[in-house]
């Protein structure tokens, strides 16, 4: 590719004071010619280090605040990261850039030896529409600080085949997306960085499989290097973020596996850097922070009480340390001690699904315990959260012959109660048990099953703005009505739970 090349970089940032920086002196160090940052929904000195990096790097880095955007994306159900990727691209379109990428804060454009600049990759390659960058994912270290330099001579990765793309700005664009961007007429060229190109199939998503199988243990020419695991701070830090941007109301990022590794530790690569080649790069950027100094001490320190904050909040709360067990793997039990359950129960889910007459979630579990069944509360709450749904849950006839430490229950919640999800891929409730204070959760992953059929009706819902016609009552309320509101569609409850799954099938068919 010979033509003028100037590439433009874009980032959306919340609390990333302690990160920018490292990330924008590396992106200007590989050839980028301009950055451009939206600042969102941020309490630590994001604003003070961007205008000190700005006095750097003049108007090649510009920046703006975001809350206005980001509280009508909220308001509108639009996710605001998208909005923003958007708007973006229609306002590079005239400024005479020839290239556009779109990366998050701690994601890093990279070539293998660490030499060969964004301009000159661009250069060098065939001519494309889009080119897929794969995540290089680092590995967990506990013995790694805050302070720690990011990049090493020699460090330990896990490709992955999630992807970050750069776009050509000369392209006709059908959809700018967060990992991959559609091209009109689906008749895109998708490059990998080893120059060959590859069909964009919808059912990939944000995912380029061929980086996976043959090529997994290949360090590629360029990829996007993924920072999560910087250290055990900095990733409970980061989890302390919540994920507002995308409508969500947890208070921990949901969308992160745990300080461990991937696939079991499998397939582990060796990326090394020249000694010389980093020494040089760690130069220019300690060059940079001496400007710094007292900026990035209130950056430290924020992103270090943010890191207490996890621990002091779940230290005495093993429930709200079961919601998030997920994200919380790895982390030291030094750090953050785990409690176990203050009463013996389990849950047995036998049966779950949507019933479009009702427009009602319906779950059929059993429940084993040394507990009398007086004795303890059923109810389901927001997947990630404290608050309960108002959810019928009534008791279920025992089968002859089964202990008396085994019952049988369904629970229902209307579709009306689940507007705060957000995508396909959560969990829309947990379902918990309570002995007075103490809760216990019993079932929270397995729900994920219903987030594709939930998920859509969820959206309609949104759009209409109303609420749907099938409504039963909370707990508490009129049971043989709320049973009988779908009585056409809802098998009979006598029957076996493999009957009626059946039956739910066949209607489902139907």
Not at 464 to 492: I, L
């Amino acid at each position: 590719m010979t033509e003028n090349i100037r590439v433009k970089l874009a980032a959306i940032a919340k609390d990333e004071a302690f990160y920018l920086p490292l990330w924008v002196y590396h992106h200007f160090t590989f050839g980028f010619d301009a950055i451009e940052i939206w600042v969102n929904d941020t309490t630590d000195n994001t604003m003070a280090v961007l205008k000190k990096l700005q006095g750097v790097y003049g108007e090649r880095l510009v920046f703006s605040k975001a809350d206005k955007e980001l509280s009508r994306c909220l308001a509108r159900g639009e996710r605001f990261q998208a909005y923003a990727y958007e708007k973006i691209y229609e306002k590079t379109l005239g400024q005479g850039f020839s290239h556009l990428a779109l990366l998050d804060l701690d994601e890093y454009w990279v070539s293998s030896d660490f030499q060969e600049n964004v301009t000159a990759f661009i250069r060098n390659a065939p001519d494309f529409d889009v080119c897929l960058f794969s995540w290089l994912m680092d590995t967990p270290d506990h013995r790694r600080t805050l302070d720690d330099f990011p990049f090493q001579v020699s460090g330990r990765y896990q490709k992955n085949s999630w992807v970050k793309s750069m776009l050509n700005l000369k392209s006709p664009v059908r959809q700018i997306g967060i990992h991959k961007h559609a091209i009109k007429g689906g008749s895109g060229r998708y490059m990998l960085p080893n120059g060959d190109f590859v069909p964009s199939l919808p059912e990939h998503g944000g995912k380029e499989p061929s980086f996976l199988g043959k090529n997994r243990m290949v360090l590629d020419r360029a990829f996007i290097c993924h920072q999560m695991l910087r250290s055990q701070s900095d990733y409970m830090a980061r989890l302390v973020r919540g994920r507002k941007q995308v409508g969500g109301q947890e208070w921990l990022k949901t969308n992160r596996h745990g300080y461990v590794e991937r696939d079991g530790g499998m397939f582990e690569l060796d990326w090394v850097i020249a000694e010389p080649v980093l020494a040089y790069y760690r130069q220019g950027y300690e060059h940079l922070m001496q400007s710094l100094v007292p900026e990035m001490a209130e950056a430290r320190r924020f992103v270090m009480a943010r890191s207490n904050e996890l621990v002091a909040a779940l230290a005495d709360d093993g429930f709200l340390q079961s919601v998030y067990r997920e994200v919380l793997k790895g982390i030291d039990e030094k750090i953050l001690p785990r409690l176990a359950p203050l009463f013996e129960m389990q849950a047995d889910i036998h049966g779950m699904g949507f019933d479009e007459a009702s427009a009602c979630c319906w779950v059929e579990f059993a429940i084993r315990t040394p507990l009398e069944t007086g004795s303890y509360e059923l109810f389901l709450v927001q997947a990630f959260t404290r608050e309960r749904l108002p959810a019928s849950v009534r008791r279920l006839p025992r089968l002859e012959g089964e202990a008396s430490t085994l019952s049988h229950f369904r629970t229902e919640v209307s579709i009306d109660e689940l507007t705060h999800i957000y995508n396909h891929r959560q969990p829309p409730f947990a379902l918990v048990a309570g002995v007075g204070d103490d809760w216990l959760l019993l079932e929270q992953q397995h729900f994920v099953g219903l987030g594709p059929a939930v998920f859509p009706k969820i959206k309609q819902l949104k759009a209409a703005n109303k609420p749907s016609a099938g409504r039963f009552p909370a707990q508490g309320g009129n049971q043989a009505d709320a049973a009988g509101s779908s009585q056409s569609h809802t098998p009979d409850p006598a029957l076996p739970w493999w009957s009626r799954l059946k039956q739910q099938f066949l209607q489902w068919l139907k």
